[in-house]
């Protein structure tokens, strides 16, 4: 009898052990996505299908957990058997075409339902000031570009972080950019989201692939109006300069980290506006590496699962050299920019002019021309 619960035991611990470390039959990503008028977190096969975790767990055979509510539970969760179990749903999938012709209902074409941002409210969002060379005094004569490029290569010193914020600046694939009235200096910046998976305070840049979770686009969305004379100050205003409401697309969903590979190595992101391709970088352009942004992101404040940590643009901006090459090329309503990375996904976002707000006792952040006409 105590032969037999042993052999009983051990084959179970070996099946447990096999599903833990068996493959998926293919890759996944996951986002946030609008179902039956309810967000839900959903599992991305082929670019095309959405899988609802929920309701494909309840359904498909095999270690039932409980499903995760939204982005930030699956991310603190996913090591500890949520994997597992995504890789059971998957490969549950791809057997006997369940994919193709015997789709259950539970699997969703990705155009028939709402793309929302992959991590609706998250904490915070730390990007990366000018981080690629080719951003480096973008606007100045060839000249003054090689030598502001080559100082600082000689000179790195530390990332320079900035905070974005979250709720009200995230928006997701295919929402509506909102230029604000009278802003009409708006800029585009594509990035590379690494998005945290475990809590992490002075981590090492030698170890900080190891707190990623994985990897998202984003669009750093800017104003380039600055702020009106006068009060206090009359430096940079990030607030102004970042902070608007929808000014940080993001998505269209989220690869896990072993899906993706390594970005210093495979990292190739792209922006376009209007059909007219503006950006291209690669990872070899970076000052800083995305470890080191950790490192240093780290070393200020603790970072927590579903953070995200942006790489920072490369030329290209509309205030950079599309501004140089094509005059005036800010943002402008009714455009369309899409920014890419390969092996994650294309962000297409919309531009539309909010309308005039009414009231207010002039507090308000002024229109550009009533302080510039440059």
């Keep these: 009898m105590r032969l037999t619960a042993f052999i009983l035991g051990a084959t179970l611990l070996a099946a447990t052990s096999f599903a833990q470390s068996s493959k998926p039959a293919e890759p996944f990503k996951v986002g946030t996505f609008e179902i039956r008028k309810t967000p ?36 603190e969760r996913y090591d500890s058997g949520l994997r597992s179990r995504f890789v059971e749903i998957v490969n549950y999938l791809a057997a006997n075409n369940r994919l193709t012709t015997a ?34 005094n973008e606007a100045g004569t060839p000249e003054e570009q090689a030598a502001a490029r080559r100082q600082r290569r000689e000179q790195r010193g530390v990332p320079y972080l900035f905070l974005k914020p979250g709720r009200g600046a995230v928006v997701g694939n295919g929402d509506n950019v909102v230029i604000p009235h009278g802003r009409d200096r708006i800029d585009w910046e594509v990035e590379l989201g690494a998005v945290i998976g475990r809590t992490a305070k002075y981590v ?19 104003d380039r109006g600055g ?47 209007g059909g007219t391709q503006l950006q291209e970088a690669r990872a070899g352009d970076m000052i800083h590496s995305l470890w080191e942004l950790i490192e240093y992101g780290s070393s200020i404040i603790t970072l927590f699962p579903g953070d995200v940590i942006n790489n920072g643009t490369s030329g290209g901006t509309a205030a950079g050299s599309a501004q140089t090459r094509t005059g005036n090329r800010f943002l402008k309503p009714g455009e369309v920019m899409e920014a890419s990375i390969d092996g994650i996904g294309t962000l297409r976002m919309p531009a539309v002019a909010e309308e005039p707000p009414k009231g207010g006792t002039g507090a308000r952040l002024p229109p550009v021309s009533t302080y510039r006409k440059q």
């Design 40 to 75: 839900t977190v959903g599992l991305v096969l082929r670019d095309s299908l959405v899988v609802d975790i929920a309701a494909a767990n309840s359904a498909v055979p095999g270690t039932k957990l409980t499903a995760p509510r939204d982005m930030i539970v699956l991310i």
């Design 103 to 136: 789709r259950p209902e539970y699997v969703h074409d990705v155009k028939a339902v709402r793309t929302m941002a992959p991590i609706i409210y998250l904490s915070k969002i730390l990007n990366a000031a000018v981080n690629f060379y080719s951003h480096v």
């Design 204 to 222: 090492d840049a030698k170890s900080a692939q190891d707190y990623v979770f994985g990897y998202t686009v984003s669009i750093d969305v800017s």
């Design 227 to 273: 702020r009106p004379p006068g009060g206090f100050g009359s430096g940079s205003d990030w607030f102004v300069g970042k902070g608007h409401d929808t000014f940080a697309p993001m998505g269209p969903w989220i690869v896990p980290k072993e899906f993706y590979g390594d970005p210093m190595k495979n990292l190739r992101q792209t922006l376009s506006v």
